[in-house]
């Protein structure tokens, strides 16, 4: 079956550190692969997401690239800040009928001033 | 502009006591989702639906029923609740012409079984 594994958290760094979650995963096929962000309280938002090998996601300073060779897809930004504390998760699909979501176990950020 | 919208956001029952989740969307989507999340697991996926009238088990459905009479609307219940159903629920759709795979996530219901 498919399955996501993340680095465990927190990772705490301090304001205008360079991030980086690592993220790998196992599938059938060549499925999409997403990151999710989680702010405390709040719901999941989409962040970026990457649907074919080498295919770079971007936004609000963070990027990921489909790496199909080593089944990966981790998480970077150049220079962190304190709002960007909170749960990330990665996951994938896998484009069966069921169009479900397949995720990590989530890394939890915090960012020091 | 809803999106998704869970009810309720938060709720304490006794062991074996009953509820519903109510989930609803505005977007038309056909797909809908029943995830939990607990502490280090990341999101499970409980039970989902394709369609109107469709449900099928995802991988942690023990314990859990749910309903899509409604294509708007998406129910998940508890028949008997346990302590070990404790988590937060979220539900999700997507849209059969989104080739993206754009999911869209409500708030969340934060469920106590004491």
């Known amino acids: 079956g498919n399955s996501v594994t993340q680095m465990e958290g927190p990772v705490t760094l301090s304001e205008e550190a360079f991030l980086t979650i690592n993220c790998t995963y196992t599938?059938?096929?060549?499925?999409?692969l997403f990151w999710y962000v989680q702010y405390p309280g709040e719901g999941l938002q989409l962040l970026l997401k990457?649907?074919?090998?080498?295919d770079k996601g971007s936004n609000k300073g963070f990027e990921a690239t489909y790496r199909k060779e080593t089944t990966s897809f981790h998480l970077e930004k150049g220079s962190v800040q304190v709002s960007d504390s909170a749960v990330y998760f990665c996951a994938l699909s896998d484009h069966t009928g069921r169009r479900a979501l397949t995720f990590g176990s989530g890394t939890r950020l915090q960012v020091q001033p | 502009n809803a999106g998704v919208t869970q009810t309720p956001k938060f709720r304490v029952l006794k062991t074996g006591q009953s509820m519903t989740l109510l989930c609803a969307q505005d977007?038309?989507?056909?797909?809908m989702y029943w995830y939990r999340q607990d502490p280090g697991m990341g999101l499970r996926l409980i039970h989902y639906s394709v369609g109107e009238g469709t449900t099928a088990k995802g991988e942690v459905p023990d314990g859990y029923n749910v309903s899509r009479l409604k294509k708007q609307n998406f129910l998940l219940g508890l028949e008997s609740a346990a302590p070990s159903q404790t988590s937060v629920y979220f539900c999700a759709s997507t849209g059969v012409q989104d080739n993206n795979y754009g999911y869209t996530f409500g708030s969340g219901t934060r469920l106590t079984v004491v």
């Open positions: 990457a649907t074919k090998a080498d």
């Open positions: 599938a059938t096929g060549y499925p999409s």
């Open positions: 977007m038309n989507h056909e797909y």
